[in-house]
């Protein structure tokens, strides 16, 4: 299957479904008014029910589809890579689609899983159209990037074409004066929408450090204020509500 890369400069390309300039925040802005349920977010877990990738070994699959079995799965169907992890209607699970790829991707390809890229050497910047951190881009099978964004008050504006389309929500401190789990996991899957909604799927956050100095300069950012037990209590419904939306 070929999806429809977005424009480059003045002129439009296609690309396969794992092309690694879809996981690129250069493009996100073009696709952030669409409705959330008919978005095509590359790099985040399981493209959609019918975009079809190469399995590993031979054939294709889709998110609801088994690849045929290898040898590294002992000749058994096994998940596609962008399936859900619930997905269970194959011969074998995760154990088997895992086996597969590690036999089919070749060294550099696995070097790719641990090499972070996106940003301008011996600094601080990122390049253009990079999250704040990148990992697995371009590799074959569907396997999803790592799409790593700041933070865990609200998505980091590192690209002023987003500007106008970021939220600007209150501080971690201010939410957690609410003392309310309740309030505080509504806010994070809030989050979470908005964050796989521009094409990240892992928040680099919350930030729970205990306010042990009172002019610490990031104090707002922490949700646990002075106290350890507020912040145990209330972290985990952020993370629970994050991770609801696949993020």
Not at 24 to 51: C, D, F, M
Not at 63 to 90: D, I, M, R
Not at 146 to 172: K, Y
Not at 216 to 243: D, F, H, I, T
Request: overall charge neutral.
């Amino acid at each position: 299957s070929v999806l429809s890369c977005p424009p480059s400069g003045n002129s439009s390309t296609s690309c396969t479904a794992g092309d690694e300039a879809l996981a690129l925040l250069t493009y996100q802005h073009k696709r952030i008014q669409q409705p959330l349920h008919h978005r095509v977010v590359a790099g985040v877990h399981g493209k959609n029910e019918t975009s079809l990738v190469e399995c590993p070994g031979r054939g294709t699959c889709s998110a609801s589809t088994c690849c045929p079995g290898v040898a590294a799965s002992q000749g058994k169907t096994f998940p596609c890579a962008v399936a859900k992890p619930s997905f269970a209607g194959c011969e074998v699970g995760l154990d088997g689609l895992i086996a597969a790829l590690l036999a089919s991707l070749s060294r550099n390809e696995k070097f790719r899983l641990l090499r972070g890229t996106g940003w301008k050497e011996g600094t601080w910047d990122t390049l253009p159209g990079y999250y704040i951190g990148n990992v697995g881009l371009g590799l074959p099978f569907g396997i999803p990037s790592l799409n790593m964004h700041d933070g865990g008050q609200g998505f980091r504006t590192i690209d002023a074409r987003i500007i106008d389309e970021v939220t600007s929500w209150p501080c971690a401190l201010a939410v957690a004066a609410t003392w309310s789990e309740d309030d505080t996991e509504r806010w994070a899957v809030a989050l979470g929408q908005e964050f796989r909604a521009k094409g990240a799927n892992v928040i680099l956050g919350p930030g729970v450090n205990v306010h042990r100095v009172a002019s610490g300069g990031r104090n707002a950012e922490y949700m646990s204020g002075e106290s350890a037990y507020l912040g145990a209590r209330l972290v985990a419904p952020w993370v629970r509500g994050v991770q609801s939306q696949r993020v």
